[in-house]
């Protein structure tokens, strides 16, 4: 399966979970946000929201400061 992450094609062997997407591209999970679809994902969503064949996901850190 197919999937898009920050407009890099990134191939997964199987179906997983927003969660399982983190340690796949073994990335720290504090301070990040995810978008599917143009969706925003909330954290609380991660452990059972599963990332579907050709989903397109942004991965970014939410920065504080003004």
Do not use: C, H, P
Not at 9 to 38: C, D, H, P, W, Y
């Amino acid at each position: 399966m197919n999937v898009i992450i920050n407009d890099q094609i990134i191939e997964l062997a199987n179906q997983i979970t927003v969660s399982e997407l983190f340690t796949v591209l073994k990335r720290k999970t504090l301070g990040a946000a995810v978008a599917i679809n143009k969706v925003i994902i909330t954290k609380s969503q991660w452990e059972t929201y599963l990332v579907n064949d050709k989903d397109e996901i942004l991965i970014f850190q939410i920065v504080a400061g003004g």
